[in-house]
């Protein structure tokens, strides 16, 4: 498979924003590499800029479907801050770091906004190939996230809703 490279990132971003959040379209995001982190993909606010670094080892795991699962969880997120406000960032922010079940309760918040946006079956390929390869960062941070189970679930709960 051809690695993903960042414009490749970008367009799907620039993709994924047309088509699901509308309210993300003249805010600026600026998408940067990382080379090791626990995280595929993680969101940062300066500002009124937006910070969207991507775990260069994960591009090389995921195919074109799986990453747009991770940016539409980020851009949930940003969408999100955009729409409540620095100070809502910065007490979320917080919130997060002082407590893991707050962290798990507003990751799986997030995974559920995808799944409204459109992405459950991105986001269900993705968790079962990281639930499959069983990676060391997939058991630091599984806790935080919704199972391939708990997806398909939410999927049927937002299609009857
Ligand atoms: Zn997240």
Redesign the pocket.
Known sequence: MEKINLNHIKDLIAEIINKSFHTLKDVEIKVIEKKKGR?SA??RKNWNKYFLFINKHYLKIYDEDELKRVLA??L??IEDWVKKGILFYIVNNLKCSFSKNYLEY??KE??KKAIRKGYGEELAKQRGKRETMKDKNFHKNKR?YLTKKEIEQEIKNVSQA
């Open positions: 995280y993680m969101v969880h980020e949930s997120h507003y990751e997030t995974d935080f």
